[in-house]
């Protein structure tokens, strides 16, 4: 499998601007997280999904920030208006339902956003 | 709410010294405790699942052990290419399925 796919790999934009963040998880997987990464705060969820529908979108930052999964193949991450402070490395992650036991998540390679 | 707190922040190894990272949590009831690798410029990769206390893991070298209140990375005789940072996360809220509450991270340097 080529794992957790997810584009653009770097993005550059400037303040005020929409940014759209792509993702493809493993095939067969259930669940899909999006996560944020930024030296002062480390990893956070921002939301995850099950089955294509939102479970936990409690780590959404604010109303600028929206997430969609169309289908269980898809998923968008999309900022609308950008600033600054979004500036970090957003990744998509997926995993197979646990039945009983927490199992582990698959990262994809992140998106590095830069807001000018 | 949940807390993971990972120690040292950086840590640097001259190949072959043995070490240890810790990642101390505050859960109410864990349920697990995962570790992960991540390189610069890429997505944390999966290493270990704990999921009771005394278990232990290993790959190539590195251990990992759980405590009820720690769990540790054991990295013996390291090498240049184990440099990374390595993340420890234990599962949120009550579900099998939550999400993860990750640990800031701890940098390791192994120099030739």
């Known amino acids: 499998d080529a794992g957790v796919i997810q584009s653009p790999r770097h993005e550059v934009t400037e303040m005020g601007q929409e940014v759209t963040l792509r993702c493809k998880p493993i095939s067969g997987h259930d669940y899909l997280f999006w996560y944020r990464q930024t030296m002062m705060r480390g990893l956070e969820l921002l939301i995850y999904f099950n089955n294509n529908v939102p479970i936990d979108d409690s780590g959404m930052p604010e109303d600028r920030f929206s997430a969609k999964m169309p289908n269980a193949s898809f998923s968008t991450l999309k900022i609308q208006p950008s600033e600054p402070r979004d500036s970090a490395v957003y990744f998509c992650?997926?995993?197979?339902?646990?039945?009983?036991?927490?199992?582990?998540?698959?990262f994809g390679p992140g998106t590095r956003l830069t807001v000018t | 709410e949940d807390q993971v707190t990972q120690s040292p922040e950086a840590l640097r190894l001259q190949e072959g010294e043995s070490s240890s990272l810790n990642c101390s949590y505050t859960v109410s009831g864990l349920r697990g405790l995962f570790w992960y690798r991540q390189d610069p410029g890429k997505g944390p990769e999966f290493l270990f699942t704990l999921y009771s206390a005394g278990e232990e893991k290993e790959k190539e070298r590195l251990k990992a052990t759980l405590t009820k209140k720690e769990s540790f990375l054991h990295i013996t005789a390291p090498k240049p290419e184990d440099s990374a940072t390595y993340l420890c996360a234990v599962p949120a809220g009550t579900g099998a399925n939550s999400k993860l509450t990750f640990g800031k991270g701890i940098t390791l340097s192994v120099r030739p």
């Open positions: 992650a997926s995993s197979l339902l646990a039945l009983r036991a927490p199992i582990e998540q698959y």
